[in-house]
């Protein structure tokens, strides 16, 4: 082995700059109009740079202030953690509310896998729920029947970004050891009754993946109402040290010994990670509005479609738009996505049916509506470099489609 020896050359060498004329990677030439696209806000650079400059880039300020600023979006009533998924934030609420194997956890059939893998990460059963034909989330009415005395937990999602209702399910579940998580994912920013997504949830989840309105490289947020288990929900989520990695090396004086307290998983955020999210919650009234007026054009164009059928916008709500999805007849859907492809618009199927995939056969759950609507979404190109042209471009082809 060849020893290295740090002289004044090779220290130099470390510490200069590349060239940064040409990009590093070649990338695949897009020609469509992607479904989705992160929105880079105008500060994301400076705030990158200054992480990377600063030499911390794990989960410390930055993470921490992404937190404050998401306590502060619910009055300081709600705690938030800054996690490296939403995933990782959705398998922290049941490891926080004790689920563990021969517990059953409801989830909606009708979602992204991650709702439901996460039972099985703590060795539970996902028990598949049916959703609401109009809003495409579960209720009261499709849970109720799956209830026994195995049910530790239900995760709710709400789908698309319209802030759903999901009071009647913690009214049923309220006098029972069993808890409703809030899948958020797509709903950071909406608000219903003057309330944001996940006020009245015991634990609710946010996903800042590039997917999303806050997009990041990864990451997202656990929010969870009992300040008083704060220090043990950060344990859980960064391996179950008593101090994480932060903490002790900010410590006055010789730092503490690593001393793990419980079994935790590697789960919380990173600050380059928290740092481009904050610069997207900076605009995020600007970004819920942008998507707001492209959604209300699609609307606009497309509920004379006859063929076509849109999500219902919730009354008393601000939405904050994740997806654009329609539904057309299962019969017709494919031509139409191929239609829309060859005319250079991207597009793609949140979701299929959760429950007829191969990893989740083995569960029980009936979910006959869902099975029907699966086969007739398609989400269409909704960000922040789609134009209102483009959107009516996209409406144009989906019109003469139907014709
Ligand atoms: C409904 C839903 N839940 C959970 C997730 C997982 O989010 P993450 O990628 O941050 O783990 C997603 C991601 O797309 C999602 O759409």
């Known amino acids: 082995m060849s020893e290295v020896v740090l002289d004044k050359s090779n220290i130099h060498v470390l510490h200069s700059a590349p060239s940064a004329d040409q990009p590093r990677w070649e990338r695949p030439a897009i020609t469509s109009t992607l479904v989705s696209k992160p929105y880079l806000s105008p500060k994301a650079m400076a705030y990158v740079q200054e992480v990377l400059e600063s030499g911390w880039w794990g989960y410390g300020p930055v993470s921490k202030d992404l937190q404050s600023e998401v306590e502060k979006l619910y009055d300081l009533k709600q705690q938030a953690l800054a996690t490296s998924s939403c995933t990782a934030a959705m398998h922290l609420a049941l490891r926080a509310f004790g689920v563990g194997p021969g517990d059953e956890v409801i989830v909606p059939a009708f979602t992204y896998v991650s709702t439901a893998i996460v039972a099985t990460y703590c060795g539970a059963e996902p028990v598949f729920a049916d959703v609401d034909p109009a809003s495409l989330v579960i209720t009261r009415e499709t849970v109720e029947p799956l209830l026994t005395d195995r049910t530790k937990a239900i995760i709710a999602m709400h789908y698309a970004g319209p802030p759903a209702d999901f009071d009647p399910i913690r009214d049923l579940v309220k006098d029972k050891n069993i808890t409703v998580i809030e899948d958020a994912a797509h709903a950071f920013g909406s608000i219903r009754d003057g309330e944001p997504v996940g006020a009245k949830a015991d634990f609710a989840a946010?996903?800042?993946?590039?997917?999303?309105?806050?997009?990041?490289?990864?990451?997202?947020?656990?929010?969870?109402?009992?300040?008083?288990?704060?220090?043990?929900?950060?344990?859980?989520?960064?391996?179950?040290?008593?101090?994480?990695?932060?903490?002790?090396?900010?410590?006055?004086?010789?730092?503490?010994?690593?001393?793990?307290?419980?079994?935790?998983?590697?789960?919380?955020?990173?600050?380059?990670?928290?740092?481009?999210?904050?610069?997207?919650?900076?605009?995020?009234?600007?970004?819920?509005?942008?998507?707001?007026?492209?959604?209300?054009?699609?609307?606009?164009?497309?509920?004379?479609?006859?063929?076509?059928?849109?999500?219902?916008?919730?009354?008393?709500?601000?939405?904050?738009?994740?997806?654009?999805?329609?539904?057309?007849?299962?019969?017709?859907?494919?031509?139409?996505?191929?239609?829309?492809?060859?005319?250079?618009?991207?597009?793609?199927?949140?979701?299929?049916?959760?429950?007829?995939?191969?990893?989740?056969?083995?569960?029980?759950?009936?979910?006959?509506?869902?099975?029907?609507?699966?086969?007739?979404?398609?989400s269409l190109p909704l960000h922040e470099s789609v134009t209102l042209d483009e959107v009516n471009r996209i409406c144009d082809e989906i019109s003469t489609f139907f014709r």
């Open 206 to 378: 946010f996903s800042f993946a590039p997917t999303k309105q806050i997009a990041s490289s990864n990451g997202g947020i656990l929010l969870f109402k009992d300040a008083e288990r704060r220090s043990e929900i950060d344990q859980l989520a960064f391996l179950g040290l008593a101090v994480d990695t932060f903490g002790r090396t900010v410590a006055k004086g010789v730092s503490p010994v690593q001393e793990v307290v419980r079994l935790g998983n590697k789960y919380k955020g990173d600050d380059l990670a928290s740092a481009v999210a904050i610069a997207a919650i900076e605009r995020l009234d600007e970004i819920v509005e942008y998507r707001g007026a492209l959604v209300d054009r699609f609307y606009e164009r497309l509920s004379d479609v006859k063929d076509v059928q849109l999500q219902p916008r919730p009354e008393n709500s601000k939405i904050s738009w994740y997806i654009m999805p329609i539904r057309v007849p299962a019969e017709k859907r494919d031509a139409l996505r191929a239609h829309l492809a060859n005319a250079g618009i991207g597009n793609t199927v949140h979701y299929p049916n959760l429950r007829e995939q191969k990893a989740f056969l083995p569960f029980t759950g009936d979910a006959p509506v869902t099975a029907e609507e699966a086969r007739r979404v398609i």
